[in-house]
C-alpha cells in the first residue's frame, strides 16, 4: 500500500502499481526518443538542412546542455508546486518543440528547438522518482523503479529501428511529428490518471534563499557526489555508444541506416534483464552486495570488449555483444543507489533528483559533444573508454564506506 496518499482535490485515485510504472516509463522513454530516434536520420538532415556532420552531431549536444541545466529545476518545481502540475506543463512544452523541430527549416532552427525539447524533456524522469518515493518506501520503491526501468528499456530498442524505418519509408521530419503524437497520448492519459503525491502541506517555499540553501546542501555533499558519480558514470559508459552510434553502426560495422537493432537490441536487452534482476533481489539482499555483483558485469564486459578489439577488427555480434552484458550490470546497480541518493535528503527529495539527473546529464553532455568525437575513430578507443568510465564509476563505490565510516567517527 502507498505511504503517502495523493491530495483530495486531484480527484484521481492512486493508480494500480502497474499503470503507474507504465505512466512513469512513458515518461522516461522521452529521453531516449530524443535522442536515439533521429540518429539514423543524420545523413538526412545533414542533406537537406545543408549542414555539415559536426553541426548536425551538436543538435544533440544543444539538446543534451538545456536538459542539463533545466533538470536542476525540475525537482525544485515539484517540491514547490506539486509534481502533477510540473509533469503536464512540461509535456506540453516537449510537444510544441516536437513541432518546432519538425517544421525547422535550417540547422540553427533546429538546434533551437532541440533546446526547447532539453528544456523539457527531463521532468518526467527526474519528478517520476520522486513519485515513487513519496508513495512507497524500501523494497517496493525499488522492485517498483525496476518495473519502470524495464518497461523503459523498450524504448531504446525500438527507437533508432523506429527512426530507421521512418526516414527510409518517409522523411527525417516524421520523426519529430511521431515525438509529437506520442507526447500528446502521454499529456492525456497523465491528466487522466497520474495522481498528485506531494500535498500541499509538505511542499517546501520557492524562494531563493531556500532553494540556495537546498541546492548547497546537495552540491556540498561529498556523499551525494560518489553515490550520483557511481551512477553517472556507469550510464556515460553506455551514452559513449549511443553518442558514437551512427559512426561505430554504419563505418565500423558497415550496417545501414535500417540495422540500428544490432547495437540497441543487445544493449537494452541488458537494460531489461539487469532491471528485472534487480527487481527479484530487491529485499533479498543488501544494496552493497547488490552493486558489487553489477560491477562484477560492467568491468567485466568493458575487459572483455576492450580484449577483442586488441586482436579482431569490427564485427558483429561480437562487437555488440558486450553491451548486452555492460547494460545487464549497469541495470542491477542503478536502483539501490538511486534511492541511496535519494533518502540523504529526504525533505527536498524532488531537488535531489533535480541534482543526480543534472550531474548525470552534463556527463552525458561531454560524452556526446567531446568524448565520443574523440573516440569514435576506432572501436577499440571506444571499448577503452567504455572500460575507464565503468572503472571510475567503481572506484567512487568503493569510496562511499570509508567517507561513511570517517563521517560517523567525526560525529562521534
Known amino acids: 500500500m502507498p505511504s503517502a496518499q495523493p491530495p483530495a482535490q486531484t480527484r484521481i485515485r492512486p493508480p494500480p502499481a502497474a499503470l503507474l510504472a507504465v505512466m512513469l516509463a512513458g515518461l522516461s522513454m522521452l529521453g531516449p526518443f530524443s535522442i536515439d530516434t533521429y540518429l539514423p536520420a543524420f545523413p538526412n538532415i545533414e542533406a537537406t538542412l545543408h549542414a555539415n556532420a559536426i553541426q548536425v552531431q551538436q543538435t544533440l549536444t544543444a539538446y543534451m546542455l538545456s536538459f542539463a541545466l533545466m533538470i ?18 512540461a509535456l506540453a512544452v516537449f510537444a510544441v518543440a516536437s513541432l518546432g523541430c519538425a517544421a525547422a527549416h535550417s540547422i540553427e532552427y533546429l538546434w533551437a528547438f532541440r533546446m526547447l525539447q532539453g528544456v523539457s524533456a527531463g521532468a518526467g524522469v527526474v519528478i517520476g522518482r520522486a513519485v515513487i518515493r513519496d508513495m512507497y518506501t524500501d523494497a517496493r520503491a525499488t522492485r517498483l523503479l525496476s518495473l519502470v ?19 527510409k519509408l518517409l522523411d527525417w521530419r516524421s520523426i519529430f511529428l511521431f515525438l509529437f503524437t506520442y507526447t500528446v497520448l502521454l499529456m492525456w492519459l497523465c491528466y487522466k490518471r497520474l495522481p498528485e503525491t506531494l500535498p500541499p502541506e509538505e511542499r517546501q517555499p520557492f524562494n531563493p534563499t531556500f532553494l540556495a540553501q537546498s541546492y548547497k546542501r546537495v552540491l556540498s555533499s561529498p556523499l551525494f557526489h560518489l553515490k550520483a558519480g557511481t551512477v553517472a558514470l556507469n550510464f556515460a559508459g553506455l551514452f559513449l555508444y549511443v553518442a558514437a552510434a551512427p559512426v561505430f553502426i554504419t563505418r565500423h560495422l558497415k550496417l545501414g541506416p535500417d540495422q540500428f537493432g544490432w547495437q540497441f537490441v543487445p544493449a537494452v536487452g541488458g537494460i531489461f534483464l539487469g532491471a528485472l534482476t534487480a527487481n527479484r533481489l530487491a ?28 586482436f579482431f577488427p569490427p564485427a558483429v555480434p561480437w562487437s555488440v555483444l558486450p553491451l548486452f552484458f555492460y547494460t545487464f ?24 533528483a533535480s541534482c543526480q539527473s ?16 574523440m573516440l569514435w575513430g576506432s572501436v577499440l578507443s571506444l571499448a577503452l573508454g567504455q572500460l575507464a568510465f565503468a572503472s571510475l564509476a567503481l572506484v567512487m563505490w568503493l569510496a562511499v564506506g570509508p567517507f561513511h565510516r570517517r563521517a560517523q567517527i567525526a560525529l562521534k
Open 358 to 373: 543534472f550531474v548525470q546529464t552534463i556527463i552525458g553532455a561531454l560524452v556526446a559533444g567531446v568524448i565520443a568525437p
Open 72 to 89: 536542476l529545476w525540475h525537482g525544485a518545481l515539484s517540491d514547490a508546486f506539486g509534481r502533477r502540475i510540473i509533469i503536464l506543463g
Open 329 to 352: 550490470g549497469m541495470s542491477v546497480v542503478a536502483p539501490g543507489v538511486t534511492f541511496l541518493v535519494l533518502d540523504l535528503f529526504p525533505e527536498i527529495r524532488g531537488t535531489v
Open 283 to 310: 529485499g533479498k539482499m543488501p544494496v552493497p552486495k547488490q552493486v558489487i555483483i553489477g560491477f562484477c558485469f560492467l568491468i567485466g564486459a568493458g575487459l572483455m570488449n576492450v580484449l577483442y578489439h586488441a
Open 149 to 167: 526501468t524495464m518497461i523503459f528499456s523498450i524504448a531504446p530498442a525500438i527507437a533508432p529501428i523506429l527512426g530507421g524505418w521512418i526516414v
